[in-house]
């Protein structure tokens, strides 16, 4: 993460030799001049380290440095002070002061007393900035290669891990894109430093742009505190761009700005910030056929695509279901309080022959569903869903107007799987017309639903919609 660092001293040429001990290209230093109101400022900054003269914490500064500490991401704050009594350390301590130190020690003390402080701080707030929770650990060795496809895939990733250069991973959606580029940034040199990733179809086109560059205090309405976008929280380590397809052109444009200069301006400001990160994408479309539609500028595409990666689809890789089944079985046992060990032939053959749309996370779903559902210890082909298992789906008004149609072989089933059965064929017929009749728009499609926009993506991944199939044609809008 790129750290932030604030000087508010009275005394100009301690704030110069305090801006040059501080330099390096991990931080970014500011100095306030204007100090009225110093407390309240800092507030509404994104920082994580302040240095500030003691004649500037005087009345109410003491309360304001205390209601500053509640903050969750509340910056370390360094007192500068040649005298001070008992009293005083007591006072600046017991406000939520953490170090205070003499301006008159050498530069060489100073500066390692100030960078030791920075370093600690770093290690508390690298975990309370995380973007969306971390996978768990992953590495290559993790994916199962019986397949050839897989196999021959396999081969080549521990050299990708190992450069430095940009990543773009294509495949079908649930093929498990993120899962790789977090297995490449755990086995690369940057594995020491964050792995941040944003799904760039996930929000609206508005807060997309912030959520990855950040932005100043004002810089839009609502914007009450400044906030550090993903590429600062990836600072030397790996931003992951999921769905990169979906990204508005105006943002490409600042994207490949970064990939030439490793530049960023925040929304709101007109600095520049240097970052040094690592950039993987992912997308499921065809960009190649993007490009040629102008929905995809082909000078990022050329950047991104220094190293491509081809995820193969489940039903190119089925030696390897068998493995992945057990695994997965084993996997959620504890995390879902089962006690399924195994799978019959039966069921297993039925996998097999299933075409997989929704690649490896559908079958993850398929498997957690039929260990909640199992009744034994082991996963049998009645454990199946209907769409899996080639049974009749049911068709409510059908059996509404005639229960004599209702299918005997549903009535084997408990009521709990049945009506989960129905509620997940309501669901896919709902969310497609409703993304029909709101042209694939995603907020407004959400905000009718009552969810928000990165629920009703993933329920549309577990159904293979994608939204481009909503929008209108060209010519027949």
């Given at each position: 993460m790129l750290s932030?660092?604030?000087?508010?001293?009275?005394?100009?040429?301690?704030?110069?030799?305090?801006?040059?001990?501080?330099?390096?290209?991990?931080?970014?230093?500011?100095?306030?001049?204007?100090?009225?109101?110093?407390?309240?400022?800092?507030?509404?900054?994104?920082?994580?380290?302040?240095?500030?003269?003691?004649?500037?914490?005087?009345?109410?500064a003491l309360d304001e440095i205390h209601s500053l500490r509640q903050l969750p991401d509340a910056p370390l704050i360094v007192v500068l002070s040649e005298e001070t009594s008992d009293q005083q350390r007591a006072h600046f301590i017991s406000a939520g002061c953490d170090t205070i130190l003499n301006p008159t020690l050498s530069n060489r003390k100073l500066g390692s007393a100030l960078n030791a402080i920075l370093s600690r701080q770093r290690k508390v707030s690298r975990p309370i900035l995380a973007v969306r929770p971390k996978l768990a650990e992953a590495d290559i060795g993790d994916f199962v290669?019986?397949?050839p496809a897989m196999s021959k895939f396999i081969k080549i990733l521990p050299r990708v891990a190992k450069s430095d250069s940009s990543v773009l991973i294509l495949g079908e959606t649930g093929v498990g894109k993120e899962r790789l580029a977090h297995a490449l940034h755990a086995e690369s040199p940057r594995n020491a430093g964050p792995f941040i990733a944003i799904h760039?179809?996930?929000?609206?086109?508005?807060?997309?742009?912030s959520e990855l560059f950040g932005h100043e205090q004002g810089a839009f309405t609502g914007a009450t505190k400044a906030r550090r976008g993903c590429f600062e929280l990836a600072h030397q380590g790996t931003i992951f761009l999921d769905e990169i397809g979906e990204m508005p052109l105006h943002l490409q444009s600042k994207l490949l700005r970064i990939l030439e200069s490793r530049e960023i301006h925040r929304v709101g400001s007109e600095k520049s910030v240097i970052v040094d990160v690592r950039i993987m994408a992912a997308t499921n479309r065809d960009l190649?056929?993007?490009?040629?539609?102008?929905?995809?500028?082909?000078?990022?595409?050329?950047?991104?695509?220094?190293?491509?990666?081809?995820?193969?689809?489940l039903r190119e890789r089925i030696k390897d279901i068998s493995q992945l089944v057990y695994s997965y079985i084993d996997y959620l046992?504890?995390?879902?309080?089962?006690?399924?060990?195994?799978?019959?032939?039966?069921?297993?053959?039925?996998?097999?022959?299933?075409?997989?749309?929704?690649?490896?996370?559908?079958?993850?779903?398929?498997?957690?569903?039929?260990?909640?559902l199992c009744e034994s210890d082991f996963i049998t082909i009645d454990d199946l869903p209907e769409s899996i298992t080639g049974t009749k789906e049911i068709s409510l008004q059908e059996i509404t107007e005639d229960p004599s149609a209702f299918p005997k072989e549903w009535l084997q089933k408990s009521l709990k799987e049945a009506r989960r059965n129905v509620l997940e064929q309501f669901e896919r017929s709902y969310l497609t017309s409703l993304l029909t009749s709101t042209k694939g728009r995603i907020g407004e499609a959400a905000k009718r639903a009552g969810i928000d926009s990165r629920s009703l993506f993933d329920k549309m991944k577990l159904y293979n919609l994608n939204k481009k199939d909503f929008r209108p044609k060209e010519g027949k809008r």
């Open positions: 932030r660092i604030t000087i508010a001293v009275t005394e100009a040429g301690l704030q110069e030799k305090l801006s040059k001990l501080l330099k390096n290209p991990d931080t970014v230093v500011e100095s306030l001049k204007d100090h009225r109101r110093f407390w309240k400022k800092i507030s509404r900054k994104t920082c994580d380290l302040v240095v500030v003269s003691s004649d500037l914490i005087q009345g109410k290669a019986e397949s760039c179809g996930a929000l609206p086109e508005s807060l997309l742009e190649e056929a993007e490009v040629q539609a102008k929905q995809f500028r082909r000078d990022l595409y050329y950047r991104l695509n220094v190293v491509s990666l081809m995820v193969p689809p046992g504890s995390r879902i309080g089962c006690d399924v060990s195994d799978i019959t032939g039966e069921a297993l053959e039925s996998l097999y022959n299933y075409s997989w749309p929704g690649n490896v996370r559908e079958l993850i779903n398929v498997i957690e569903r039929a260990m909640l």
